[in-house]
């Protein structure tokens, strides 16, 4: 038994989550991942997950199976294009086509079930407002009313034997803070993956938003970008 | 097409979610209906919300495979046996180990994302706050906050275009009010499965709390139970 209270930190296996966990960890908690297959056609970030879950020391990682694809709605669970070569500065001025409905409340909603019966009061997800790409459940106010919500929901919170918190270390850090973070933690984010579309062998497109914004984040950061480029842009 | 607002339904196959559905369509929707196949030990509950979504007459019935029993936590998922023969003026005055952690938050979340999807604003779903067995989440706080949430987390409702409404027309019933509105709705209760451990043919053991707030229901509204027992009670 470890001393070190619980908590359940979502972990797609990107640059985001990666940090998250080290942080997670570096915070004192016993940590617990969680990630989801839900079809998504970057389904290699899976096993980057798993590459970190087992780098930076996780009790448990649980993957998911959820079928988001037969609801549909975005071009990462269906056949839609993903969009390339956006302008850095115009991402996250509106919703892109790569949101999927509703994805951040079902995952943090798997989270609470999995939270629950481990006894874990936290949950960590990555998330941030600052180069959000747009997504609405990435803001401050909706994590807030999550959190208000888990707290009606759940057993244990009721009967005041736990309170769930959704915690957002990475809320107000843009990409190149975050990788600047996670290098001061040891995070290798060669082991990461962030591309919306890799090819067949899951190398990076170098151009979809999420590339983007990871190559920009390494170059301000000052680091090395350790992802293998499909093509070198 | 369709003039009627879209309305996706909950639909578990017992009941409450029978009675639900009927008042959406009832108050003008036309209906998309939504089951989980959770690895309940009452999976027979689907065939029968099958049977309901025919007979009433939905658009579209969609039944989601989702791996609750992976985290685990309720007599439903899991060996834990389910409780019988609870008196049932004892029953909703504490939790039960029936209660799936996040169970509706999860169910709900899915909804969310069929919803916005279809462009439907009203989320339909049978819960109650008066026999509603002691599940936190079937009060009514909960499900304003977890109306609250919805509104900041999609995108329909933060660019404008849909307000998203849990509609809970049952909230304030209970059983025997729920099935007299039924029955003048022309709900066949017959098609619908309550029981939490049926047999392996789908009989109902007439002695979980689900069967005998069932039973309940039926005396009460002096109607007939349609309900076929393993033994008769």
Request: proline letters at 6%.
């Amino acid at each position: 038994m470890s001393d070190r209270p619980k908590a359940v930190v979502l972990l797609s296996g990107g640059v985001d989550s990666a940090t998250c966990l080290a942080i997670a960890i570096a915070d004192g908690y016993e940590p617990y991942a969680l990630s989801f297959n839900y079809h998504q056609r970057h389904a290699v970030e899976l096993a980057a997950a798993s590459r970190i879950a087992a780098f930076l020391g996780v009790t448990r990682h649980l993957v998911l199976d959820i079928p988001l694809g037969k609801i549909g709605g975005s071009a990462l669970t269906t056949s839609i294009d993903v969009p390339k070569d956006i302008p850095a500065d115009r991402i996250g001025q509106s919703i892109p086509i790569t949101y999927v409905p509703a994805r951040n409340t079902i995952f943090l909603s798997f989270a609470l079930a999995f939270a629950e019966v481990l006894g874990a009061g936290d949950i960590f997800i990555g998330v941030n407002a600052m180069d959000y790409s747009g997504y609405p459940d990435c803001r401050p106010a909706y994590i807030t009313a999550f959190e208000k919500m888990a707290n009606l929901a759940l057993q244990k919170a009721v009967e005041g034997q736990l309170v769930f918190r959704i915690r957002t270390p990475l809320l107000r850090l843009n990409k190149a803070q975050i990788i600047k973070r996670g290098i001061e933690l040891g995070v290798d984010y060669s082991l990461t993956h962030s591309c919306y579309d890799p090819d067949p062998t899951g190398l990076a497109c170098g151009r979809c938003e999420s590339c983007i914004l990871r190559r920009k984040g390494f170059l301000e950061a000052g680091a090395p970008d350790p992802t293998r480029y499909a093509k070198q842009p």
